[in-house]
């Protein structure tokens, strides 16, 4: 999916990045599923990978449904197999082994055999559970925050109002989408939720209570553009990364901020200091990032590739098809520590232990 430029950039996110052969399993009984067609090849515009717990592989496209891959076998599921929307945000999986898609007509559960709708409840049932699943849909018209499924009944949450939304209309009273709008959810190491906005930055959700974090450069790109939260992550550390490289974030412990209740209280680092596009630009924004297993962490950016961060060095990976750059929209760990990468037409690539290469099965 494209960017859209103004106030409003948006290439839309979620969070979470792969080489070696894939092993031959199947998900959830699928051999005997009732739905999904066997296709020779996967399309192009593919944002989403996910590895279930059996080892299969999940793509989810912006405009054509999702794709299994186990080995050689490609199983596709659309709108006719029961999909409430061929463009997906997210895949996520629960300790039973069911399969979730987040769709933008809603959240899909396949069980082995069959598509079924979750039923959505608009209740602000807030709560913070270890095995409940938290899901966004950036994209999604009307949405003001995150939804959660508990197992047995979806929520559609409303994120607590923030003092810079009344700002925020009066300086866009006709925007057709909500600033509360999320682009990212993130769970930390302590399982605080966290949720990048659109426009109104960073809300975090500790199971009792709300905070939020606003700095004009994590939202707003300085070329004027409106990047949004679109991927938020902590490191080996404990400090945050939110949205760019130029600073991270930390949080002193049970501190709230003096001039009011609903804001954290948080120091601003340097984070990588002197890095350089090919257009020169310094401030480098991510769409999604992750950690490696040794805890180095790797940025995916829209269209600048690639940054790994050890700490001390930095190196930037071009990913390339053919001579044009490809456009990036995830980047996701598998369990075997592979890295992959959703692409917004270019398919998937993997990292090969020196360059991303176009996935082929």
Not at 20 to 27: E, T
Not at 176 to 201: C, H, Q, R
Not at 327 to 345: A, F, M, P, Q, V
């Amino acid at each position: 999916m494209k960017p859209r430029f103004s106030f409003f950039f948006c290439a839309l996110t979620l969070l979470t990045a792969c080489n070696g052969q894939i092993a031959s399993k199947n998900i959830g009984g699928n051999s005997t599923s009732k739905v999904g067609e066997t296709v020779s090849e996967l399309s192009n515009s593919l944002l989403i990978v996910f590895q279930a717990s059996n080892g299969s592989y999940w793509f989810g496209s912006d405009n054509d449904g999702v794709y299994k891959v186990d080995g050689t076998k490609i199983v596709h599921f659309s709108m006719k197999d029961g999909l409430s929307n061929n463009r997906i945000r997210g895949i996520q999986e629960d300790k039973k082994g069911n399969i979730y898609i987040s769709t933008l007509d809603g959240i899909d559960k396949f069980d082995g055999q069959n598509l079924t709708k979750l039923n959505v409840i608009k209740e602000n049932n807030w709560r913070l559970h270890p095995d409940d699943l938290w899901f966004c849909m950036p994209g999604l018209s009307g949405a003001s925050g995150p939804f959660r499924y508990d197992g047995k009944n979806l929520y559609e949450l409303n994120l607590p109002k923030y003092f810079m939304e009344d700002e925020y209309y009066t300086k866009f009273p006709n925007k057709p989408w909500s600033p509360y709008e999320v682009y990212s959810i993130y769970k930390d190491k302590k399982g605080s939720m966290w949720f990048g906005t659109a426009n109104l930055g960073l809300c975090r959700y500790d199971g009792s209570s709300f905070k939020w974090l606003y700095e004009d450069e994590l939202t707003n790109t300085p070329n004027g553009g409106s990047f949004g939260i679109r991927s938020v992550i902590e490191d080996k550390k404990g400090e945050f990364w939110i949205s760019n490289t130029n600073y991270r974030f930390t949080f002193p412990s049970g501190s709230i901020a003096e001039n009011d209740s609903n804001l954290i209280d948080y120091k601003k680092h340097e984070g990588i200091q002197n890095l350089k596009t090919d257009k020169g630009d310094n401030f480098i924004y991510f769409m999604s990032a992750t950690l490696d297993n040794e805890g180095n962490l790797w940025f995916a950016t829209y269209d600048q590739g690639v940054w790994y961060y050890d700490g001390e060095s930095v190196k930037q990976y071009l990913v390339k098809d053919k001579n044009k750059i490809v456009t990036l929209y995830s980047i996701y760990r598998d369990k075997e520590d592979n890295l992959w990468l959703g692409t917004h037409d270019s398919k998937i690539y993997k990292f090969s232990g020196k360059t991303f290469e176009k996935f082929s099965i």
